[in-house]
C-alpha cells in the first residue's frame, strides 16, 4: 500500500498536502476521508472521521471516552462509539497506515545489492534502513528483542494518533539524535536520518517524545527533569538535554540562562517534545526540485 503522498488519485495527493500545510484545521481532513472513500478505502476513511469526532469532544469524567454521554445512545463499550471505531479500525490497519510511501533508493525493497572486492553483498538501504518506507515509522518490533521491555508491542516505536494520523512519536534519543564528538555543544548532537524522515514525511507530527538516555532502559520522562522546589516543581537545564533542544525549548513559568522551571509535569513533557520537533524541522534540507 501506498502513502498518501504517492496515492494513485491526484484529490487524494492534494487534499494530504493540504492537510500538511493546515494541520490544526480539520475541514482538510475530512475532506480527505470523503476523498479516500470515494477511492475504495472506507476504513481509512471512516478512521479519520472517528478521530476528528473524538478530538472534538475530548474525554471527560462519567462519560464515554469520546465524549459522548449515554443519554446521547453512545456508550463506551457500544460499536457505534467514536472511540470504540477508531481504535478498532487502528488495530487492523495500523501496519499499512504507518508506511509514508516507498522508498526511491531501493524500489522498497528495503535492501540493495553492492560490489565488494571479490564478491556482491546485500546489504540493508541506508536510506530506509531496511523499511523499504520512507517514512521510518512501520520499522517491525523484533519478537526476540526485548530492549523496550515490551513484547507485546508491534512497532519498535509508540505512535500517537490523532484526527487520522500520527501526531506523535515515542522515541529514545539514541533514534533521534546522534552525539559527534565529545563537546556538549550545539553542534555535538545532530538528528538522526530517521527522525529527520518522521517530520520530512509527516509534517503532522507535532511532538516527539524522548523516552529514554539508553536503548536498555525502560524510559521515563524523569530522566529528562529535576525537582526544583514547590513553586516550580520541573525544571530542565543544558546539562540534561541535547544542546540543540535544550534552545529551541519555548514557555515555562520561569527562564533563565541556566534551566527552564515548569509548573507540571505535563506542560514540562509537551515543551520538551515540541522542542524536538523544532530542532528536527530546522534540520532537514529543502528537497531539490
Known sequence: MSGLADHDSPDVR????????APEEDTPRLCLADALDECGDPDRAAFVRAQV?????PRASEVCLCGYE???????????????????LLRAHEAAWRKAG????????????????????????PH???????GGLCDALDPQDDRYHARDRLFHYRVDWSRGFPSAVHAPL???????????????????????????????????HLTCRRPDVNGHVWGWFRHVNERHPLEVAPELVPAPVWQAIDGGAYRNAAWVA?????????????????????ALKPVPA
Open 14 to 21: 492534494g487534499l494530504w498536502a493540504a492537510v500538511c500545510a
Open 53 to 57: 469526532e473524538c478530538y472534538r469532544h
Open 70 to 88: 449515554p443519554r446521547d445512545g453512545y456508550h463506551h463499550n457500544s460499536p457505534t462509539c467514536p472511540y470504540v471505531v477508531a481504535a478498532e
Open 102 to 125: 516507498k522508498c526511491l533508493a531501493c524500489g522498497g525493497r528495503g535492501f540493495r545489492w553492492e560490489e565488494g572486492r571479490r564478491e556482491t553483498v546485500r546489504g540493508d538501504c
Open 128 to 134: 530506509c534502513l531496511g523499511q523499504g518506507d520512507r
Open 174 to 208: 539514541q533514534d533521534v539524535f546522534v552525539r559527534v564528538g565529545w563537546a556538549h555543544n550545539a553542534g555535538g548532537w545532530v538528528p538522526t536520518p530517521r527522525a529527520l524522515a518522521w517530520v520530512r514525511e509527516w509534517p503532522v507530527i507535532e511532538r516527539v
Open 262 to 282: 515548569f509548573d507540571t509535569e505535563a506542560e514540562a513533557v509537551d515543551a520538551l517534545a515540541r522542542a524536538v520537533v523544532r530542532v528536527l524541522r530546522a
